[in-house]
Nanobody, 118 residues
């Protein structure tokens, strides 16, 4: 059974940094794409960044230059480094992975809260 477990969230002051981790229970080579999404209160879940099997990365316009997504295949973990955080970055951050070619299955972690506040 595939499990994605996020960690690294917390309370940080504006301008601060956090690194989120997403540990998979299986080899991340199993997935086509892994990514981070976030959902702020009262808003829809939105894409933050994705990284493909071939290490191609994609970022939401709102986080370009501020976030870096990376992967450690040996640890089956994907990271999201977030810098210069702003209060509007406050949200629950979810790890996502999709697998399969003909039939694609989506997997989600339970989420980790990031709060940016002074």
């Amino acid at each position: 059974q595939v499990q994605l477990v996020e960690s690294g969230g917390g309370l940080v002051q504006p301008g601060g940094s956090l690194r989120l981790s997403c540990a998979a229970s299986v080899s991340i080579f199993s997935f086509n794409v892994m990514g981070w999404y976030r959902q702020a209160p009262g808003k829809q879940r939105e894409l933050v960044a994705t990284i493909s099997h071939s290490v191609f990365t994609k970022y939401a316009d709102s986080v370009k230059g501020l976030c870096t997504i990376s992967r450690d295949n040996a640890k089956n973990t994907v990271y999201l480094q977030m810098n210069s955080l702003k209060p509007e970055d406050t949200a629950v951050y979810y790890c996502n992975a999709d697998a399969g070619l003909v039939i694609v299955t989506d997997y989600w972690g339970q989420g980790t809260q990031v709060t940016v506040s002074s």
